[in-house]
């Protein structure tokens, strides 16, 4: 069955990295994109960026470009999220989501998503 | 980027119930919308995409309907087990933006 497994919680200060990992079984990892969604506490869902987890290539999302960086290993099937300067308001549970791709209308929805990693940033 | 609007925030009902949850775009989706069901501390669970696409295993209970800008979820008959925030996300573009979330909860 496919799984997302997420690296467990993290406990930042204010300007600091988090790196936190999704690895993925169950499926034909390079077959499908992992995008990265977050929810703030009590707040609604927010799309971040997305893998080509074949070729590599990258899309972050406009209000989070150039803190935050994904990769990926083929050879664990894992995905990482790095996010950096950290801000309090990065205080959220962050997701990854296996996205399925519609050739219609070049989006994706997501069929399969990892536990939620809590990331928590004090000051 | 896309917005979309939810309404009802919030929606109180009794089991057995009928329940529609609306969702709107700023701009025409064609029939690009997916609706998640998410329950306190989980991941979201997704139930319709394609706007009335049943996800393989989810109750039949649960129907979408729409296109072009105005969508809506509807749960025939509320079960104990539905009793969650709902969020309609569109897939026309990227970002693949979601709705503020439809909280369901029981009256």
């Known amino acids: 069955q496919v799984q997302l497994v997420q690296s467990g919680a993290e406990v930042k200060t204010s300007g600091a990295s988090v790196k936190v990992s999704c690895k993925a079984s169950?499926?034909?990892?390079?077959?499908?994109?992992i995008h990265w969604v977050r929810q703030a506490p009590g707040q609604g869902l927010e799309w971040m960026g997305t893998i080509n987890t074949g070729g590599g290539s990258t899309t972050y999302a406009q209000k989070i470009q150039g803190r935050v960086t994904l990769t990926r290993d083929t050879s664990t099937s894992t995905v990482y999220m790095d996010l950096s300067s950290l801000r309090s308001e990065d205080t959220a549970v962050y997701y990854c989501a296996r996205g399925r791709w519609v050739a219609e209308s070049s989006g994706f929805y997501f069929d399969y998503w990892g536990q939620g990693t809590l990331v928590t940033v004090s000051s | 980027d896309i917005q979309m609007t939810q309404s009802p925030s919030t929606l109180s009902a009794s089991v057995g119930d009928r329940v529609t949850i609306t969702c709107r775009a700023s701009q025409s989706i064609s029939s690009w919308l997916a609706w998640y069901q998410q329950k306190p501390g989980k991941a979201p669970k997704l139930l319709i995409y394609?706007?009335?696409s049943l996800e393989s295993g989810v109750p039949s209970r649960f129907s979408g309907s729409g296109s072009g800008t105005e969508f809506t979820l509807t749960l025939s008959s509320l079960q104990p087990d539905d009793f969650a925030t709902y969020y309609c996300?569109?897939?026309?573009?990227?970002?693949?933006?979601f709705g503020q979330g439809t909280k369901v909860e029981i009256k």
């Open positions: 996300q569109q897939y026309n573009s990227l970002p693949g933006t």
């Open positions: 394609k706007a009335s």
């Open positions: 169950g499926y034909t990892f390079i077959n499908y994109y």
